[in-house]
């Protein structure tokens, strides 16, 4: 039986977990879901309000590290985490860091640029993501005057600021290793092909949104200095992704 992943059509933490099925050679299927009243179905399932949730027969597990570990016990082969204790240990921390930084910073930097650049993509964002408004028309005009308030600059501005920091960091691992924690992909690997969703939206036969394949920030998926990582990227979705 096929395991059924739900997910939020254009969320980064979904495509972590839909990476990590496909990384494993998974069977299964995905079930959408939209922000708002769908929302209660996945309460009703797993008791909490977030995706990515899977259900494998009857087996419910929410949360992209927890789904990870589950999935790690359940298909051992291919490895997420090292065998040893350090190396698995240096994996997850690193795992957490991507979690938080990718996670909170990356999708921020992504709707500051195509609330400024591209506002019809905001239209078709709430129109495919957030149940019950349509065509999102309405509401992606309320979004720019929000944006422009003190608070949510500064948010942007340190989102900015920390997904630079992380990228840096991502392509100083790779300079040194085929993978950010050795000559194997781990966990922290597939974290990070998963939540640089926004930065550049991948190539897959799962995408949401096909029209919007290859689409990058300017700045960063464009940016020499990070093409170490990007072109990383591309490559392991071609290989293990799908």
């Known amino acids: 039986m096929a395991i059924v992943l739900y997910r939020f059509p254009l969320s980064h ?26 929302q209660v ?16 027969g009857g087996r419910i597990v929410a949360d992209s590290t927890e789904i990870a570990l589950y999935l790690e016990d359940r298909t051992p082969e291919p490895r997420l985490l090292p065998s040893s204790p350090d190396a698995r240990r240096e994996v997850m921390e690193l795992e957490d860091r ?11 930097v992504w709707f500051d640029w195509i609330v400024r650049e591209r506002p019809r993509d905001v239209e078709r964002l709430l129109e495919v993501e957030v149940w019950g408004l349509g065509r999102g028309r309405l509401a992606a005009r309320a979004v720019h005057p929000l944006m422009r308030l003190g608070k949510a600059n500064r948010l942007v501005e340190k989102s900015v600021e920390r997904t630079h920091v992380l990228l840096g960091e991502l392509c100083e691992r790779l300079e040194k290793h085929r993978y950010l924690c050795g ?18 939206f991948p190539k897959t036969r799962h995408s949401a949104l096909p029209e919007w394949e290859g689409i990058g920030v300017p700045g960063f998926a464009d940016a020499a200095k990070y093409a170490r990582f990007f072109e990383w990227r591309r490559r392991f979705y071609a290989e293990h992704l799908g």
């Open 13 to 38: 933490f979904s495509e972590k977990g839909r990476a990590l099925l496909e990384f494993k050679k998974l069977q299964f299927r995905i079930e959408e879901r939209r922000v708002g009243l769908p």
């Open 41 to 56: 179905g996945l309460y009703r399932l797993s008791g909490q309000r977030k995706a990515p949730v899977i259900d494998d």
């Open 98 to 108: 991507i979690d938080h930084w990718m996670g909170s910073y990356a999708p921020v």
């Open 183 to 200: 000559d194997e992909p781990s966990l922290a690997d597939v974290a990070a092909v998963g939540l640089a969703f926004h930065l550049e």
